[in-house]
């Protein structure tokens, strides 16, 4: 199975300022198809996750341009760039190059 | 476009059978695949398997396999999870979300749409 981690686990963020959140492969997450089958998710407090980011930097319909997404082989960066407080809530990055699918332990945001 | 909603939470003690559903509104809900995730209380998000309405073919995580039964009536676009004897471990929030499976490949689609998640709580 693909294990893939996150860091940081939490991260307290000041409204404005940037955040960062990193996720890791075990495997390299490239399909002979020239595509990364990484997406980032975020579930906010009380609500269904949501898709925020698909193959790596592709954004979700409906969401903000202040979320980008980067990175290759095993390594992964979600960015926002002015965090707001809507932007709090558990992010999740999740494989799906081969099954079993598997997602990250999460990381959670919420503002100082 | 696509929306699911999911059935009501439900209380069960050990041992007793449940099915719950997924329910997709809307022209394109035959073409996906619903994959099943379950968060266990205050835990993360994991994978349980997929299953294409259209015709039931299905894809288990080896970590639910035999575990879980999912099902599908296209007609009534609606996917089901089910268990034949429930254990208290599975307690815990169940999500069905849309998704596209390449078999040929083995690979995934993001999860785009999400229910909003069905609370299945075992207690004696």
């Known amino acids: 199975d693909i294990v893939m981690t996150q860091s940081p686990l939490s991260l307290p963020v000041t409204p404005g300022e940037p955040a960062s959140i990193s996720c890791r492969s075990s495997?390299?997450?490239?399909?002979?198809?020239?595509?990364?089958?990484l997406s980032w998710y975020l579930q906010r407090p009380g609500q269904s996750p949501q898709l925020l980011i698909y193959?790596?930097?592709t954004r979700a319909s409906g969401v903000p341009d202040r979320f980008s997404g980067s990175g290759s082989g095993t390594d992964f960066t979600l960015k926002i760039s002015r965090v707001e407080a809507e932007d709090v809530g558990i992010y999740y990055c999740?494989?799906?190059?081969?099954?079993?699918?598997?997602f990250g332990p999460g990381t959670k945001v919420d503002i100082k | 476009e696509v929306q699911l909603v999911q059935s009501g939470a439900e209380v069960k003690k050990p041992g007793e059978s449940l099915k719950i559903s997924c329910k997709g509104s809307g022209n394109s809900f035959s073409n996906y695949w619903i994959a099943w995730v379950r968060q266990m209380p205050g835990k993360g998000l994991e994978w349980m398997g997929i299953i294409y309405p259209s015709d039931s073919r299905t894809r288990y995580s080896p970590s639910f396999q035999g575990q879980v039964t999912f099902s599908a009536d296209k007609s009534i676009s609606t996917a089901y999870l089910q268990w034949s004897s429930l254990k208290a471990s599975d307690t815990a929030l169940y999500y069905c979300a849309t998704t596209h499976y390449y078999a040929s490949s083995g690979h995934l689609d993001s999860f785009a749409l999400w229910g909003q998640g069905t609370m299945v709580i075992v207690s004696s």
């Open positions: 193959l790596v930097s």
């Open positions: 999740m494989q799906g190059l081969q099954t079993p699918i598997t």
């Open positions: 495997q390299n997450l490239l399909h002979s198809n020239g595509y990364y089958y």
